[in-house]
């Protein structure tokens, strides 16, 4: 109730767990823990003198949240949803998805990385996901579904130092399903296909997060803005009426 709401606070950790604690106590309700992330523990447990970090989920959790009745409080019973998006910065190449809706009990929803087919350009996953929705991607009902949108990741790369050169990875931007994970779209320099479109001019890696604009005023994003690690700044019309 809005007298008394239940809180939940969502955290990553570079021991590789996320972590949901209760607002009024402060008390941990559940933690995640990627399997992927499975060969930083023995490396946590000796805790050795390193000046080498130790990196996990390192990236800031992005949550989606819908209120079927509009009634000001999430109850899964009644058709409303929470979902939290959660990426790994520093500690791989990764984003994974959590059903929260009903906070004592999460699910998995989905997974989505480097090794998954259509998303073999991801770099590791700086970028914070927008959940945003777009023309023409909607469900059977004709109600436009939730997207996320971020960058295609980080090229270590450009750890190196000097002039930064052309990546191998990271270039571009992705959109997916928020609730399935799957392809809709992307820009990369990989092949032209029904999900992607290629542009050769792609050539730096892109961890920053996107800006989505809703130029007319619509509900929908038809308009992306982007900047790569060479310096650059993209715009992506998306199919619409855009001013």
Do not use: C
Request: without cysteine; hydrophobic residues 35%; aromatic residues 10%.
């Amino acid at each position: 109730t809005e007298e008394n709401p239940d809180l939940r606070l969502i955290v990553g950790s570079n021991s590789g767990f996320v972590h949901s604690f209760k607002n009024s106590d402060g008390q941990e309700s559940w933690a995640f823990f990627p399997k992927e992330l499975a060969p930083i523990l023995p490396q946590r447990r000796r805790n050795e003198l390193s000046s080498d970090h130790i990196y996990g989920m390192d990236l800031t959790p992005v949550s989606y949240i819908f209120d079927a009745n509009k009634d000001g409080t999430l109850d899964s019973t009644a058709g409303d949803k929470a979902w939290v998006f959660l990426g790994m910065r520093r500690g791989g190449k990764s984003y994974y998805a959590l059903d929260v809706s009903n906070p004592d009990s999460p699910s998995f929803m989905w997974r989505i990385g480097a090794d998954v087919a259509g998303f073999g350009e991801m770099g590791q996953s700086w970028s914070e996901p927008v959940v945003t929705r777009i023309p023409g991607y909607y469900d059977n009902n004709g109600v436009a579904k939730p997207v996320l949108i971020f960058g295609a990741g980080y090229d270590t790369n450009k750890d190196a130092s000097g002039v930064g050169t052309a990546d191998g990875e990271g270039r571009g931007i992705f959109i997916v399903d928020a609730e399935t994970g799957a392809l809709v779209w992307s820009v990369t320099p990989g092949a032209n296909s029904a999900n992607n479109m290629s542009e050769a001019g792609l050539l730096h890696s892109v961890p920053g997060d996107v800006t989505a604009l809703d130029s007319n005023s619509d509900g929908l994003a038809d308009r992306i803005y982007f900047a790569d690690t060479g310096g650059n700044i993209w715009r992506v019309d998306m199919p619409g009426n855009e001013l």
